[in-house]
């Protein structure tokens, strides 16, 4: 019989952080609310491609929201640092109004 294979998670502020491409979700999908942050521009730094602009949506996850109303605030911002900070102080506190 085989064994599940168990994938652990990159987390940030103990929730998780998973890569898609050039999309990062940052939370827990069972939560009210998840952090979608898509990176639009790379820049070079020696041999790395470092994010450049990345937009942030504070994503419902409710599956009775319609579509148009899922993203709940939007933002634009220089670097990955600067969206997950912006990004995990929205999601602390979207969760936190529950």
């Known amino acids: 019989m085989a064994e599940k294979e168990t994938k652990e998670f990159l987390t940030y502020k103990g929730k998780p952080l998973v ?9 827990h999908m069972s ?3 998840v952090i979608m ?3 639009g ?3 070079k730094e020696g041999e790395l491609d470092i994010a450049d602009k990345v937009t942030i949506s504070l994503i419902n996850t409710d599956p009775n929201v ?5 993203i709940v605030k ?3 911002k ?7 900070d912006i990004g995990s102080i ?3 506190r979207a969760l936190a109004q529950k």
């Open 37 to 39: 942050m898509t990176i």
């Open 78 to 84: 220089n670097g990955l640092w600067a969206a997950m």
């Open 41 to 43: 521009s790379t820049k």
């Open 19 to 27: 890569r898609n491409g050039n999309t990062l979700y940052y939370g």
């Open 90 to 92: 929205w999601l602390e």
């Open 31 to 33: 939560d009210d609310f």
């Open 66 to 70: 319609r579509p148009k109303d899922k």
């Open 74 to 76: 939007k933002s634009e």
